[in-house]
């Protein structure tokens, strides 16, 4: 059992920079794999029509994937504050008993999932020629949540042991048996969406294998279950799970609203807007891995009540996250035309990309600095607050501002209005969670129970 709290000395740009490249090679190489998937789709002869389903898919499934997300969150944040305090003992069992109870939690979820998913598709109007894939390809995809699960509770175990480069090993051959069998399943054998969905689950199971074997090995974390205490850490839990949980919504309701926009335009327009959703987590997924790797690092300092290197931790990731998206969008516009060569972007399609290229990304350096100010509000048990401002921003004001924005300037409107509305929201997000903060750390009421 590690019974040390890493992160609570040291150089902060240091702890940020190695979790965030470890969680980066990961990213890469699973959202890489994902263009490559859409690749080889579009050299099938209904490439649109599979696209489309892939893509209204993936709006659905992330509700559930951010269930997955969501527990990696709150185990990561609850574990690594027991740390900090040098209770390594309870944070074990906290660790363990919280990592059964969402397992049992995601089998009456996937049933559920699959059951709605007709329900779901038909009221976001997708057409009926796209109803049989979408379908099919969800609840292939849904069947492996339980992995899922594993997979994104053990990243966090495997980051407060300081172990994160095991995780992004395992990422890395799942994204590689992923492209090898989705050649052989989809392109060789003709199976479609079903190779593809088949192939993910395979590569999924390998990396659970490999990421649990250090956390199972020598008791390093996780433990036996103590079942009399599963409800008591469960309920002590629910106040970081549930606010947390519903921030995670505001990625699915974008991609749920954008589609729905969309889905009244060409449907060259609507298979751009998703080859471009997976080029914007591999182009910013620096940003994608600094929240999570800032919330581990300002974790275990909240437990110490180390209150220089809570605002430390701070400006350094916001100072990162800034940096990082001016490079990159400058770099995208650069690399434009290979772009929309590599992903098969239609003529149809360039104003909305360009759109995304020369617009998006600045914008997006709000929604990296909201990030890691949701971060601090998860942390300091003030996660509520977050919920509220991101789920308003995702509901009342995207439908406000990709309805305004579509009047004038049509598809690309569904990322301008993004933009203006990621910018307005994250900054009152940002001015919130400095408050809090400091009305945490004046009065020093870090939260008791744990």
Known sequence: MSTKAIYVQGSIYKHLLNLTFLGIVGLISRFL?????????????????????????????????????????????RVGFLYGLGKFKDGKSVFSNLIFAILMLSIPLTILACTLAPYYFRALGVPPEVMPDALLYTRIMLSAF???????????????????HIYTFAMIIYSVVDAILTYILMIHFRYGVVGLGIANIVGRLILVLIVWYPLIRKKALFDKVKFYRVWHDVKNSLGLFIPTFFSQLSNMLFMTI???????????????????????????????????????VFSQNLGAKNVPRLYESIKKAVILGILNVIIVTIVLGIIRKYLIIIFGIEPKAYALFNCFIYITGYFYAFVAISNIFTGVLQNIRKAMHATVINIISATAGLIFFLWLFQIYFGERGIFIGWGVCSLIFSTILAIVGFIMLRRTIRSFNSPKKV
């Open 258 to 296: 954008a589609n729905k926009f969309l889905i009244k335009y060409d449907p060259a327009i609507l298979a751009g807007f998703i080859a471009i959703t997976k080029i914007f987590p591999l182009a910013y997924c620096f940003d994608f891995a600094l929240g999570g790797a800032f919330s581990t």
């Open 146 to 164: 339980p992995s899922l699960v594993l997979g994104m509770t053990a990243n966090a175990g495997l980051a407060i042991i300081g172990r994160p």
């Open 33 to 77: 794999i994902d263009a490559i998937n859409i690749y080889f789709v579009g050299l099938l002869p209904n490439k649109v029509i599979l696209i489309d389903a892939i893509g209204v898919s993936q709006g659905y499934s992330f509700l559930f994937f951010a269930v997955a997300i969501t527990a990696s969150i709150t185990i990561g944040m």
